[in-house]
Nanobody, 130 residues
């Protein structure tokens, strides 16, 4: 069964850092766009960052630019999100997602709109206190 499983969430104080991981099982992510999304209570799901299949092209939401870094290790079938300078507004359930349509190239553009992604993890909670 194809699955994505997130880990690394937790509670931190403002200004702190966390590193989220998302490991795929049941299939290889090597040719897929991958992305991180988040959803806070009462708010719509928000795309945070995406990465091309080869890891060479990334897209960030304005809220993540300069603070978050998305990366991937295809040999480990794993996606990462390094989050620094966390603020209370970053508190949310963070989920990873895969667009399982084969990418045209290693640097093909991967967006951060949720409609493009068909495989989702269950999420990991991030809570930032002031």
């Amino acid at each position: 069964q194809e699955q994505l499983a997130e880990s690394g969430g937790g509670s931190v104080q403002a200004g702190g850092s966390l590193r989220l991981s998302c490991t795929a099982s049941g299939y290889s992510i090597g040719n897929n766009c991958l992305a991180w999304f988040r959803q806070a209570p009462g708010k719509e799901r928000e795309g945070v960052a995406s990465i091309s299949s080869g890891g060479t092209r990334t897209v960030y939401a304005d809220s993540a630019k300069g603070r978050f870094t998305i990366s991937r290790d295809n040999s480990k079938n794993t996606l990462y999100l390094e989050m620094n300078s966390l603020q209370p507004g970053d508190s949310a359930m963070y989920s990873c997602a895969a667009d399982q349509r084969p990418s045209r190239s290693l640097s093909s553009y991967c967006g951060i709109s949720s409609w493009a992604y068909n495989l989702w993890g269950q999420g990991t909670q991030v809570t930032v206190s002031s």
